[in-house]
């Protein structure tokens, strides 16, 4: 049986994982900050009895580390760890009430993905060469380039990408895959908000059934849906001055405050 351990399971795409990974029978951790959410979510799962929550703030490293102790206690090999928690606000920055914002945008998406994995690797190497083991970072294609007035989150998303590349290659000798997945437009109480046109939008569990699929292949990076990795490889290409020009009225994603 597949131990698989969660953040940001309360909502979203960590619900949409968690539901996925349910139904193949994996035991689970569902960790968030909202206790009615993930109880709620643990009761619509098959054998609740055998998935654990914590209610826990992924900005809290110590608490990170105390539930990620628990679980491996509980479950004795952890197979797959999905650093699914996130924020995304729009920011500019000659505002200086979004400097805060800012910080805690970096906090959430960058270093709590790193707080999330610490705790893992060294047990996962002592089982990584006989069993599979994945570290899954949840990044973004709008890490890819960076969008006008989404400065915080698009940097964010880089940081993830370009950290789980970093931590891939540093872990390559002891057989743990770090996985990278880079989503679209994805139908989740995120992209709700958005009042602007989504191109390739996908249902959060049409996602997670294709995010499952990468992960157990041990993918080293992948986009969902695929459109946006084409959308995703022209844009990396596109020289500065035409990127400016295609992107300056660009819709930009509604500020905190």
Not at 112 to 130: D, G, L
Request: glycine residues 6%.
């Amino acid at each position: 049986m597949q131990a698989v351990f969660i953040t940001g399971a309360s909502s979203g795409l960590g619900a949409a994982l968690a539901r996925q990974y349910a139904e193949q029978g994996a035991q689970l951790a569902l960790l968030g900050r909202r206790r009615e959410a993930l109880e709620s979510l643990r009761q619509s799962l098959p054998q609740p009895e055998q998935h654990h929550l914590y209610i826990v703030d992924v900005n809290d490293a110590q608490a990170l580390e105390r539930a990620a102790s628990d679980f491996i206690q509980k479950v004795a090999k952890v197979h797959v760890v999905i650093a699914c928690a996130g924020i995304s606000v729009g920011t500019i920055t000659e505002l200086a009430e979004d400097l805060s914002v800012f910080k805690q945008v970096m906090d959430t998406n960058v270093f709590a993905t790193v707080a999330t994995f610490s705790p893992f690797i060294e047990h996962m190497k002592q089982h990584a060469k006989h069993e599979a083991c994945r570290l899954v970072g949840i990044a973004s294609v709008a890490g890819i380039r960076g969008l006008p007035g989404a400065s915080a989150y698009c940097a964010s998303k880089a940081a993830v990408i370009n950290y789980c590349e970093s931590l891939r290659v540093e872990l390559q000798r002891s057989k743990i895959r770090v996985v990278t997945i880079s989503p679209g437009y994805i139908e989740t109480p995120m992209t709700q908000v958005n009042d602007y046109t989504m191109p390739f939008l996908m249902p959060a569990e049409k996602f997670a059934v294709k995010a499952v699929q990468a992960i157990r292949a041990g993918t080293s990076y992948a986009v969902i849906p695929w459109q946006m990795g084409v959308v995703a490889k022209l844009l990396r290409v596109l020289p500065n001055w035409l990127y400016d020009r295609a992107f300056l009225k660009a819709p930009r994603k509604r500020r905190k405050n």
